[in-house]
């Protein structure tokens, strides 16, 4: 366990969601390399997105964001991660 009391075993997690075989959980880091048509790619062929935010979310996300959502995509901020994905997949904060 981490320092806030919350484990949060993203292989475990993985390993519980039910994809099609050619999605997946890609994790990633959030810090600008990485260029937007990239990110949208990745969420258009299915697949959700778990990165880490090394930055300032609002900047680093400004572009991307907008452009998520115009697909359909969902996008959520938990504690330092950015998690997007694809229309159909919803993110259920309900636990938060």
Sequence with gaps: MNDSGFDLD?????????????????LGVLDGTTAIAERLDAV???HVLV???DGDLTELAADLAPAVKK????????RK???????????????L
Excluded at 71 to 78: D, M
Excluded at 81 to 95: K, M
């Design 81 to 95: 991660f950015l998690i997007i994905s694809p229309p159909g997949i919803e993110i259920d904060t309900s636990g």
């Design 51 to 53: 990165l880490a935010v």
């Design 10 to 26: 993203l292989q475990a997690a993985e390993q519980e969601i039910e994809f099609d075989e050619d999605e997946r959980v890609i």
């Design 44 to 46: 258009e062929r299915g």
């Design 71 to 78: 697909q359909g995509g969902n996008l959520v901020h938990f």
